[in-house]
């Protein structure tokens, strides 16, 4: 339904009022009504019901492909069984017409389609049920009706057990039913159900809930929702602007490997080991700021390549450099303005950014636009070699820092990314339209800075041309220098995709672990006798030249062997961001600002 009638804006409103109160008195056999049945948690099966209401009488039902991650999943994999009935008991036909695609016949008086699904991926991006909680992502779970996807759906759960509760973002109903007003939103709302902790608190006019799902020792709530508050705090105070009413934060700290956060409209659900929120806080707060600003960037502020989504196959953008890589270079500004980050964590972490980028051969190669389009590869050990790709994530945040640096010299320090966001903010997501992709980043960027910044985007967006970092950094009176430092080097690289096992990308020829049989391609079983987690990077870094390595491996074609080599050592360059000899006054200026994420207070304002 469209509200774009010629009406006057009083007319307009009431128009809104009464639509949204139908909305909520209408009774929900017009909706696609849901039940999903937690029958089976140690089988971790789920019983689905789906209440079509009436309409045409071939109705096709389709299973989304992917969901959270830009990664085509194949959910329908997990489907054990599918069959359907009219409202009076019949059985109806179904077929299918493709993997992921159900046809039914005989619905034109409504239908009762049911489905038993396997499911057991855990974190964020995955939906789990099992005897101590369930957390669905909606979209692995349940199908829809191809021709009402626009329509309200209303889910409800049963069986669920006696002392577990529901936390959702989504609209809660009598008798325990929530609904959404399509199903883009009923799939944006993660669902966690069990036994967890719950705390909120107001911030700003706005209302947070926070979830957690851990073990009591393993956190502190008061700290957390200590660290929330700054956070959001700052975030709607850099975006001035606070575009929902509640807001629900989820977290899991699984005593194992985990490690990442999905972003919705109205909530994140974020995952991280056991140790780091009292080990490693800062982590939680990078990870939590950066989740937290993508309810305006790729939520609301969305490149239309990625409209409407497309459940049956990849959704192309090439922007994926700025919805995730400068969502991390705002959640830097919002750390800073936080306190949660000081100008010499600021700049390790950039340095140590710079570092990644420079040592991946494919930074000549591969460009961030098309890094982009290639997330869908990201699952395949051999696409995240350093020899094949480059990471949207870091490229995407240099390059939010140097198009910062960039508005900030063009527009004589007017203006930096803060004015760049909210201008999208207002002139896309305040108005219901989506970003052309990466032309609409440089509209943005160009009319805040009153500059053509075209070389910008063809030289480091479009482009693979080595950026000339210290060009960027002078304004602020900084300069990146390079060293080199003697590093350990245990001979491969190995690489893990979310909740999959982790395998051998990459081996170096001639080295030790060549020699003591390693292959590309095998499953890593354990690293010094300890499984390896999505902590291993850093334990690997611990090793020194000259320990031994013993690695339990699998080959491609089953066969466990032990290995066990030296580790050897090699130079890598290094990076360090430090200060210019001579910082004048007007360099000092222009980093003050930065620091804070902010445009320069104007000249005039000065004289005043
Ligand atoms: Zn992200």
Known sequence: MRLSVATGGLARQTLRFVLLLWMALAPSYAATNYTISLASPEQHLVEVQIILPEGSAQRELQLPVWNALYQVRDFAQYINWVRAKDRA????????????????????????????????????????????????????????????????????????????????PLAAMPEGRFSAHNYDRLVDSPVEIGDFKESDFDEGGGHYRVIVDAEAADYDMEKIAAMLHKIVAAATSWMDDRPFESYMFLYHFPRGPAG????????????????????????????????FFHLWNVKRIRPQALEPVDYTRENYTRALWFSEGCTSTAADFIRLRAGLLDERHFEQELASGIGELERRP??????????????????????????????????????GITLDLAVREASHGQASLREVFQSMNQNYAKKGRFFPDSDGVREAAEAVSHADLGWFFSKYVAGTEEIPWNDFLRGLGLRLVEGTTKIADAGFVAARNFDGPMTVAAVTAGGEAERAGLQTGDTILEINGKAPGQESSQDMARFTADDTITVKVRGRRGGDRELKWKVGSREETSYAIENMENVAAEQQARRAAWLKGEAQVPQEAHAR
């Open 89 to 168: 008991g019949h059985a109806l036909a179904v077929r299918e017409l493709d993997k992921s695609r159900w046809q039914i016949t005989g619905a034109g008086g409504g239908a009762v389609v049911e489905y038993q699904i396997f499911l057991d991926s855990p974190g964020p991006f995955g939906a789990q049920f099992n005897s101590h909680h369930a957390f669905f992502n909606l979209a692995q779970v349940l199908m829809y009706p191809v021709d009402a996807r626009s329509e309200p759906m209303v889910v409800r759960f049963s069986e669920v057990p006696e002392e577990w509760r529901v936390a959702t």
């Open 362 to 399: 494919a930074h000549l190669t591969q460009s961030a636009e098309e890094s982009s389009l290639d997330a869908w590869l990201e699952g395949d050990a051999y696409y995240r070699r350093r020899e094949r790709s480059i990471s949207y994530y870091n490229k995407g945040e240099l390059l």
């Open 260 to 291: 990442g956060g999905m972003e919705h409209s109205y909530s994140t659900a974020i995952a991280v080991n056991a140790n780091v929120p009292s080990q490693a806080p800062e982590v939680l707060a990078s990870v939590t700021a950066h989740e």
